[in-house]
């Protein structure tokens, strides 16, 4: 079965700095999809980027960046100048053709004014 | 923000009651979610389906139990609230496609506290 894995439970950062959150994950599949979710609190979980497994090039949205790593199944995500909006869980999951997701146990990220 | 409704917000209610938490799309979306989540933890996956009268159970056991007669309803049932039901119910949904990938989209979340 497909594992997903968040390493850090909690994490912090200055605004307008860097963060990166750590996920791995474990399958024998060659094709699937990689996705980062955001959960500000009290609030609607939010997709924020996603990466197909097949495509080389790293996924970036506006400040959000993934770090994909295929052959060591490593899967982060880097915020780039941090804002206190980003203050939220964050939850790494896999999906393999129409299967549904596997979420990892989320890292909490914590903005330093 | 995506269009998937989730109704009531917040629910609070006597052990033993009978509660329906609902969740609708309007997205038109074949697949559908229901997660369970305390508090800044993971979410465990309780049940889904993948159209109208099709339903499974998930990766979390749950006393509840799901139905699914139109493409934008999935309402979650609770025939007896206990304590332990307490927590967050997250509804979810994603359209199907061909070659796979799954987008999910959340709903507000209800929040259940069963005294």
């Known amino acids: 079965a497909q594992t997903v894995t968040q390493s850090q439970p909690e994490m912090s950062v200055q605004e307008a700095e860097t963060v990166t959150l750590s996920c791995t994950y474990d399958?024998?599949?060659?094709?699937?999809?990689l996705f980062w979710y955001k959960q500000p609190p009290s609030r609607q979980m939010i997709l924020v980027i996603r990466?197909?497994?097949?495509?080389?090039q790293n996924a970036t949205e506006n400040r959000f960046s993934v770090n994909f790593q295929k052959a060591a199944k490593s899967f982060s995500l880097k915020i780039s100048d941090s804002q206190l909006g980003d203050a939220a869980m964050y939850f790494c999951?896999?999906?393999?053709?129409?299967?549904?997701?596997?979420f990892g146990t989320g890292t909490r990220l914590t903005i330093i004014p | 923000e995506a269009d998937i409704y989730q109704t009531p917000r917040y629910l609070v209610i006597g052990t033993g009651k009978k509660i329906t938490l609902e969740c609708s799309q309007t997205?038109?979306?074949?697949?559908m979610y229901w997660y369970q989540q305390d508090p800044g933890m993971e979410l465990h996956l309780i049940h889904y389906?993948?159209?109208?009268?099709?339903?499974e159970k998930g990766d979390l056991s749950s006393e509840s139990t799901v139905s699914r007669i139109r493409t934008e309803h999935f309402p979650l049932t609770l025939e007896s609230a206990r304590p332990s039901h307490t927590s967050q119910y997250l509804c979810?949904?994603?359209?199907?496609?061909?070659?796979?990938?799954?987008?999910?989209?959340f709903g507000p979340g209800t929040r259940l506290l069963v005294l």
């Open positions: 979810a949904s994603s359209e199907f496609r061909a070659g796979g990938q799954e987008t999910q989209y």
């Open positions: 399958t024998s599949e060659s094709d699937y999809y």
């Open positions: 990466q197909e497994a097949y495509k080389q």
């Open positions: 999951a896999y999906s393999f053709g129409n299967e549904k997701l596997t």
């Open positions: 997205m038109g979306h074949d697949k």
């Open positions: 389906s993948y159209g109208v009268n099709s339903t």
